[in-house]
């Protein structure tokens, strides 16, 4: 065991892990952030997508000593203080229907819009190539994306 | 007739928990001294079990428990139709999911840690793992006490086949197959179960069907339906998947929870649901079709053989509706239809979305074509020649007369929505200037709505207005992520009058509300929104019985209108609220509870005859693509379906359905299929088994037909599975204008074929 400290979701945490555990593992289990989801604890479906210092990550492929100094923001940070345009706009657009894959979606949303606040929809798409929805069908999910975007200042 | 393709506002009662991550799934739920469970399986897919030993498995760290089938003290044998699954397997193996035991232990990891520790002695039998080959006198019988690898059998006699043969001018034979494929729903199976104090097990858990879960759970821990109860929380995917399988991981935790006296969670890996869960059944398909010159089908003869793998499941009512589909939504005069679900040790099949209809749309819609070019017809005129009309009759010899019969409304739209005649002409054929071949494909369907004579077809509703006017509305309808709960909630506003912001649904449980059945078969919105219609007028009519004196009006004339109540001439009124008032000032309880009961079905399993369903829908799907000839790659360019739902309760949420279906149904087409090699299911996870990802997929148009639907009282009809029946043969169509190549294999492989050497030098790069 060791003691790891690091930013969750603007709160200093400290929590004891196994070298070997993982960060999706670590913060389901014993921080009780239950946002990112397992859907193949392998890399391909996206589902446990959450930001270490801003950018998106597959928790389930970082082990959670990796974190230690770091910062990891989850859906819940997200969420935080208010729902972002783009949750506001997931809501509007029907983006989700079972919803599992929607916190590992927005993580990968909110990043593209940060570092692109105005993607084309080839860009969308390419963003989004690493979460797996079985549901929708991406379209509405692009959508919601798209009118963010348009709605934002150029 | 309306269309919809305009934007209206979408609306879901959960959409704000699910875009902030406190939506709570089962593995998200936590208990105090909560032990963790996990699955052992065999290496074989068929052997005799001589002994099952967990002495060193229990002896782990960690380790409280291993359970096998000695500690069951319910009924080991399970099944919705044929009771040959044993939830833990006890004297044979017969496929590569077969569970031999479970281990319960602190952590999931140590559970996980003790698994090699559990030794299965067996005795490998002949396994028989080509459905055909089943079928064949001599085969090893995946069931001895069945007598035959035979599941079920189903067929259809209409008229007379031989007179079809004379009368027709051209004859059309031709084979196709379908493949095995994965629910692949993004949340794995689980289950958390606990025996509450007052001595009642209960159950939470990713599974579809709460009644048919508790049925299980209880069947397997020996005790009566009261004493399990069934929560439903939020599921991450069903389509069709979550029925046995998921049901089966309940009854087992429950079974953990109830020997270890504590709460048990077991949370699957996705390599585990792969290799147990059941998939969609491959079919064989051999048609003969016999056609007049002028494009008018004379008969049609067609085998099928599914793929049921080792269990029964739901097969026998999955190869109904292709059976009574097996013609697909045309009039033929002359059928002789032979259906088969098959035992084999290969990885047993169940429900999943469109159940047993791809499969034979799939075929069907190519046939046709096939059939238009080789008279010289245009294949829109071949099918508006053939498709059902208002008054026409079915295969099955139902009169089509009790709804609107759209098809040709439904073909028209997307004919004209995706200029598919002038897009025809510019389709390449195989020839092509680059190695870029453009091709546009559609294709039409019929379907039968709800369970049909597959099974009893009711379903029940709770309204309970509490007495400061806000209410509990409760349905027998699962919500498996589909939006039900918002349907229901918006029907139940639009029948009271009054807003949506009122009605809370309530979370549902096995203990509050009847057996509503299965939320399959699209029939959610069906069943239990007729309940909810009917559950508002007995409500409306109570109500008014109470108020009417002080409105000065009898009963029969109290108008409900934007949550105030007048009498007819509006010259008095009394608002919603203070009408409840007065109801629990007046001892009169403002609850209801209201029941649909879907109308009479009829069939005749020896000569495949009655009215297999009380309602229809009526679909079209359009795709256009681009195959890269050098390649082999298939680009969607864009997808457009036109389906009839009876009436849109909530249109945008509809539109979802629609493009999920597309999507799912396109993936269908090109790209999903989830092999067996000796028995075993080869893909283990995400990697292997591909589904579409959001740079496959191309723009989707979603339009709503509306024709009300008289025999439903809320006049919708259902939209789950219609959307991913057809959108493989648009594509296999499309495919074919593409390259001028039919491929009559599901999933559609482009081959191209290379000259010799180019053939080695291509083979040598590998
Ligand atoms: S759970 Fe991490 S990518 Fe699937
Ligand atoms: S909404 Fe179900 S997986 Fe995306």
């Given at each position: 065991?060791?003691?790891?400290?690091?930013?969750?979701?603007?709160?200093?945490r400290?929590?004891?892990?196994?070298?070997?555990?993982?960060?999706?593992?670590?913060?389901?289990?014993?921080?009780?952030?239950?946002?990112?989801?397992?859907?193949?604890?392998?890399?391909?479906?996206?589902?446990?997508?959450?930001?270490?210092?801003?950018?998106?990550?597959?928790?389930?492929?970082?082990?959670?000593?990796?974190?230690?100094?770091?910062?990891?923001?989850?859906?819940?940070?997200?969420s935080?203080?208010?729902?972002?345009?783009?949750?506001?706009?997931?809501?509007?657009?029907?983006?989700?229907?079972?919803?599992?894959?929607?916190?590992?979606?927005?993580?990968?949303?909110?990043?593209?819009?940060?570092?692109?606040?105005?993607?084309?929809?080839?860009?969308?798409?390419?963003?989004?190539?690493?979460?797996?929805?079985?549901?929708?069908?991406?379209?509405?999910?692009?959508?919601?994306?798209?009118?963010?975007?348009?709605?934002?200042?150029? | 007739?309306?269309?919809?393709?305009?934007k209206?506002?979408?609306?879901?009662?959960?959409?704000?928990?699910k875009?902030?991550?406190?939506?709570k799934?089962?593995?998200?739920?936590?208990?105090?001294?909560?032990?963790?469970?996990?699955?052992?399986y065999?290496?074989?897919?068929?052997?005799?079990i001589?002994?099952?030993?967990?002495?060193?498995?229990?002896?782990?760290?960690?380790?409280?428990?291993?359970?096998?089938?000695?500690?069951?003290?319910?009924?080991?044998?399970?099944?919705?139709?044929?009771?040959?699954?044993s939830?833990?397997?006890?004297?044979?193996?017969?496929?590569?999911?077969?569970?031999?035991?479970?281990?319960?232990?602190?952590?999931?990891q140590?559970?996980?840690?003790?698994?090699?520790?559990?030794?299965?002695?067996?005795?490998?039998l002949?396994?028989?793992?080509?459905?055909?080959?089943?079928?064949?006198?001599?085969?090893?019988?995946?069931?001895?006490?069945?007598?035959?690898?035979?599941?079920?059998?189903?067929c259809?006699?209409?008229?007379?086949?031989a007179?079809?043969?004379?009368?027709?001018?051209?004859?059309?034979?031709?084979?196709?197959?379908?493949?095995?494929?994965?629910?692949?729903?993004?949340?794995?199976?689980?289950?958390?179960?606990?025996?509450?104090?007052?001595?009642?097990?209960?159950?939470?858990?990713?599974?579809?069907?709460?009644?048919?879960?508790?049925?299980?759970?209880?069947?397997?821990?020996?005790k009566?339906?009261?004493?399990?109860?069934?929560?439903?929380?939020?599921?991450?995917?069903?389509?069709?998947?979550?029925?046995?399988?998921?049901?089966?991981?309940?009854?087992?935790?429950?079974?953990?929870?109830?020997?270890?006296?504590?709460?048990?969670?077991?949370?699957?890996?996705?390599?585990?649901?792969?290799?147990?869960?059941?998939k969609?059944?491959?079919?064989?398909?051999?048609?003969?079709m016999?056609?007049?010159?002028?494009?008018?089908?004379?008969?049609?003869?067609?085998?099928?053989?599914?793929?049921?793998?080792?269990?029964?499941?739901?097969?026998?009512?999955?190869?109904?509706?292709?059976?009574?589909q097996?013609?697909?939504?045309?009039?033929?005069?002359?059928?002789?239809?032979?259906?088969?679900?098959?035992?084999?040790?290969?990885?047993?099949?169940?429900?999943?979305r469109?159940?047993?209809?791809?499969?034979?749309n799939?075929a069907?819609?190519?046939?046709?074509?096939?059939?238009?070019?080789?008279?010289?017809?245009d294949?829109?005129?071949?099918?508006?020649?053939?498709?059902?009309?208002?008054?026409?009759?079915?295969?099955?010899?139902?009169?089509?007369?009790?709804?609107?019969?759209?098809?040709?409304?439904?073909?028209?739209?997307?004919?004209?929505?995706?200029?598919?005649?002038?897009?025809?002409?510019?389709?390449?054929?195989?020839?092509?200037?680059?190695?870029?071949?453009?091709?546009?494909?559609?294709?039409?369907?019929?379907?039968?709505?709800?369970?049909?004579?597959?099974?009893?077809?009711?379903?029940?509703?709770?309204?309970?207005?509490q007495?400061?006017?806000?209410?509990?509305?409760?349905?027998?309808v699962?919500?498996n992520?589909?939006?039900?709960?918002?349907?229901?909630?918006?029907?139940?506003?639009?029948?009271?009058?009054?807003?949506?912001d009122r009605?809370?649904?309530?979370?549902?449980?096995?203990?509050?509300?009847?057996?509503?059945?299965?939320?399959?078969?699209?029939?959610?919105?069906?069943?239990?929104?007729?309940?909810v219609?009917?559950?508002?007028?007995?409500?409306?009519?109570?109500?008014?019985?109470?108020?009417?004196?002080?409105?000065?009006?009898?009963?029969?004339?109290?108008?409900?209108?934007?949550?105030?109540?007048?009498?007819?001439?509006?010259?008095?009124?009394?608002?919603?609220?203070?009408a409840?008032?007065?109801?629990?000032?007046?001892?009169?309880?403002?609850?209801?509870?209201?029941?649909?009961?879907?109308?009479?079905?009829?069939?005749?399993?020896?000569?495949?005859?009655?009215?297999?369903?009380?309602?229809?829908?009526?679909?079209?799907?359009a795709?256009?693509?681009?195959?890269?000839?050098?390649?082999?790659?298939?680009?969607?360019?864009?997808?457009?379906?036109?389906?009839?739902?009876?009436?849109a309760?909530?249109?945008?949420?509809?539109?979802?359905?629609?493009?999920?279906?597309?999507?799912?149904?396109?993936?269908?087409?090109?790209?999903?299929?989830?092999?067996?090699?000796?028995?075993?299911?080869?893909?283990?996870?995400?990697?292997?088994y591909?589904?579409?990802?959001s740079?496959?997929?191309?723009?989707?148009?979603?339009i709503?037909?509306?024709?009300?639907?008289?025999?439903?009282?809320?006049?919708?009809k259902?939209?789950?599975?219609?959307?991913?029946?057809?959108?493989?043969?648009?594509?296999?169509?499309?495919?074919?204008?593409?390259?001028?190549?039919r491929?009559?294999?599901?999933?559609?492989?482009?081959?191209?074929?290379?000259?010799?050497?180019?053939?080695?030098s291509?083979g040598?790069?590998?």
């Open positions: 065991m060791a003691k790891i400290k690091f930013i969750l979701n603007n709160e200093m400290t929590v004891d892990v196994e070298p070997n555990e993982t960060l999706l593992d670590v913060l389901r289990d014993k921080m009780g952030v239950k946002s990112p989801k397992c859907g193949c604890d392998r890399g391909d479906c996206g589902a446990c997508a959450v930001m270490i210092d801003g950018k998106s990550v597959r928790s389930c492929l970082v082990f959670a000593i990796e974190v230690n100094g770091q910062e990891v923001t989850t859906l819940e940070g997200i935080q203080p208010k729902l972002t345009k783009l949750q506001e706009a997931f809501i509007q657009f029907n983006s989700f229907q079972c919803g599992y894959c929607a916190p590992g979606v927005i993580i990968s949303a909110t990043e593209l819009l940060n570092n692109n606040p105005h993607p084309d929809l080839e860009e969308i798409k390419e963003a989004l190539s690493g979460n797996l929805c079985r549901c929708t069908g991406y379209q509405p999910i692009f959508e919601a994306i798209m009118d963010v975007s348009r709605k934002r200042k150029k | 007739m309306k269309t919809m393709n305009s209206s506002t979408a609306w879901r009662n959960d959409a704000y928990a875009v902030t991550g406190i939506a799934y089962t593995d998200d739920l936590k208990m105090l001294n909560c032990l963790h469970a996990v699955p052992v065999s290496d074989y897919v068929s052997a005799k001589i002994s099952i030993e967990t002495d060193k498995a229990m002896k782990q760290p960690g380790v409280v428990k291993v359970v096998t089938y000695k500690d069951v003290p319910g009924n080991l044998q399970f099944g919705q139709i044929i009771k040959d699954y939830i833990f397997a006890h004297d044979r193996i017969r496929t590569c999911g077969d569970v031999i035991a479970v281990i319960v232990a602190i952590s999931r140590q559970a996980i840690d003790a698994i090699p520790f559990v030794k299965l002695v067996a005795e490998e002949p396994a028989v793992l080509d459905a055909e080959e089943a079928l064949k006198e001599g085969s090893p019988l995946v069931h001895e006490s069945h007598g035959s690898n035979i599941a079920n059998y189903h259809v006699r209409t008229g007379d086949i007179k079809g043969e004379k009368e027709a001018d051209i004859i059309i034979e031709q084979e196709f197959t379908t493949s095995r494929i994965e629910h692949a729903y993004m949340e794995p199976e689980s289950a958390l179960c606990w025996q509450r104090p007052d001595g009642v097990m209960e159950v939470f858990g990713s599974m579809q069907h709460p009644f048919s879960t508790r049925r299980f759970v209880a069947s397997t821990l020996g009566p339906l009261s004493d399990v109860e069934v929560k439903t929380v939020p599921m991450g995917g069903g389509f069709g998947g979550k029925d046995d399988t998921a049901a089966i991981v309940c009854a087992r935790t429950a079974l953990c929870s109830m020997m270890t006296k504590r709460p048990v969670k077991m949370t699957y890996s996705r390599e585990w649901s792969m290799r147990e869960s059941y969609r059944h491959p079919y064989k398909i051999q048609y003969r016999g056609l007049k010159n002028d494009g008018k089908i004379t008969f049609v003869k067609v085998r099928m053989v599914a793929d049921g793998g080792a269990y029964c499941s739901v097969t026998p009512w999955v190869t109904w509706r292709s059976t009574v097996c013609c697909g939504p045309y009039e033929v005069p002359n059928v002789h239809c032979d259906v088969y679900g098959v035992y084999t040790n290969n990885i047993y099949c169940g429900a999943m469109g159940f047993g209809s791809p499969q034979v799939f069907i819609e190519q046939l046709i074509e096939m059939a238009a070019e080789k008279l010289g017809l294949e829109i005129e071949m099918r508006r020649r053939n498709m059902v009309h208002q008054g026409s009759i079915t295969v099955t010899g139902q009169k089509l007369d009790m709804h609107t019969v759209s098809l040709e409304q439904v073909l028209d739209i997307v004919v004209k929505e995706s200029d598919y005649l002038n897009k025809k002409q510019k389709c390449s054929f195989g020839k092509s200037e680059n190695d870029q071949l453009y091709g546009i494909g559609l294709a039409i369907s019929y379907r039968g709505m709800s369970l049909g004579a597959e099974g009893t077809d009711f379903n029940s509703a709770i309204i309970n207005v007495p400061d006017g806000s209410i509990l509305l409760e349905t027998g699962h919500e992520g589909q939006g039900s709960e918002s349907a229901m909630i918006l029907l139940c506003a639009e029948h009271l009058s009054v807003s949506k009605i809370r649904y309530r979370q549902p449980s096995t203990s509050n509300i009847p057996d509503g059945g299965t939320t399959v078969a699209s029939r959610g919105t069906l069943l239990g929104g007729g309940a219609v009917n559950a508002a007028k007995q409500l409306r009519e109570h109500i008014a019985r109470v108020i009417a004196p002080d409105l000065k009006c009898k009963a029969e004339d109290v108008i409900f209108e934007n949550e105030i109540l007048y009498d007819k001439d509006k010259k008095h009124k009394i608002s919603f609220n203070e409840i008032r007065l109801m629990y000032s007046r001892q009169e309880y403002p609850y209801s509870f209201g029941v649909f009961q879907a109308p009479q079905v009829s069939w005749d399993e020896h000569t495949g005859q009655g009215n297999a369903y009380f309602t229809w829908v009526y679909a079209c799907q795709v256009e693509l681009k195959v890269n000839a050098k390649t082999e790659q298939i680009t969607l360019l864009n997808m457009i379906a036109a389906h009839d739902v009876g009436k309760v909530n249109p945008e949420l509809l539109k979802g359905q629609f493009y999920g279906g597309m999507a799912m149904g396109a993936g269908y087409g090109i790209l999903e299929k989830c092999d067996v090699k000796n028995g075993k299911v080869v893909p283990t996870n995400l990697h292997q591909r589904i579409l990802r740079t496959d997929l191309p723009e989707m148009t979603a709503i037909v509306e024709n009300y639907d008289p025999v439903s009282p809320s006049g919708a259902g939209i789950g599975e219609p959307t991913n029946e057809i959108m493989a043969p648009a594509i296999a169509n499309a495919v074919y204008h593409a390259t001028g190549k491929y009559p294999d599901q999933p559609v492989k482009i081959i191209v074929e290379r000259r010799d050497t180019e053939a080695q291509h040598e790069k590998k």
